[in-house]
């Protein structure tokens, strides 16, 4: 049976009256499966939270039976392409796993969003970039994931360093080239271009492997 998502009518970020009520929203919801999954209730607390904030609710994506892995989401894709076309300015969504798959997802979309001046709300976690506390977290989530991508970069290095030190080859496998059968296709008049592409390699490999170099 499929587990019922929980509420989060108590937890909707804090309202600033009077502020901003002139910003078009849509709403962005995805359930990964159609067996007792309804992104209604999602939608539901993001009208209700737009009614609160007086941000007319100018567009609803839903995508259903959409795993949150997978590249590409059709109403996701709408969504950022009607943003490109300036037609809302601000995104609202229930929930982070809702809308990105991961974390660097996640930025890659906030960055889009903001050189295009659309701010992003996400109701369970209490995030609204259009807020200081917003503004912050955004920016710590981008020097998080800075940091990760560093770690991995010197992770990668290290194994490198520790290969070499090891005497092991680096790079891709050298592929071998019969030299004989090289000889006997250009016996035929056959061009380097034809002989590399018959054995799977470069004509530059294919003449350099005719003269021993490899």
Known sequence: MAAKESSTH????????????DRRAVLYSRVSTTNGQDPEMQSREIREYCLRRGWPLVGEYVD???????????????LIAD????????????????????VSHLLRALETFRALGVEFVSLSEQVDTSTPTGKMIFTVLGAVAEL??????????????????KGRRLG????????????????QGLPWRR?????????ATAYAASKGRL
Do not use: Y
Not at 195 to 203: D, E, M, R, T, W
């Open 83 to 102: 943003a490109h076309k300036r037609k809302f300015e601000v995104v609202v969504v229930w929930k982070f796993d809702r809308f990105a798959r991961s």
């Open 195 to 203: 002989i590399g592409a018959s054995l799977g390699v470069s004509a």
């Open 148 to 165: 990760e991508r560093s770690l991995i970069a010197e992770r990668v290095r290290a194994g490198l360093r520790n290969a070499r030190a």
């Open 172 to 187: 891709r496998p050298t592929k071998q080239v019969n030299a004989a059968q090289i000889a006997a296709l250009r016996a």
């Open 64 to 78: 259903i039976g959409i795993s949150g892995a997978k590249e590409r989401r059709p109403q996701l894709d709408r």
């Open 10 to 21: 108590a937890t909707f970020p804090q309202v600033v009256r009077g502020a901003d009520l």
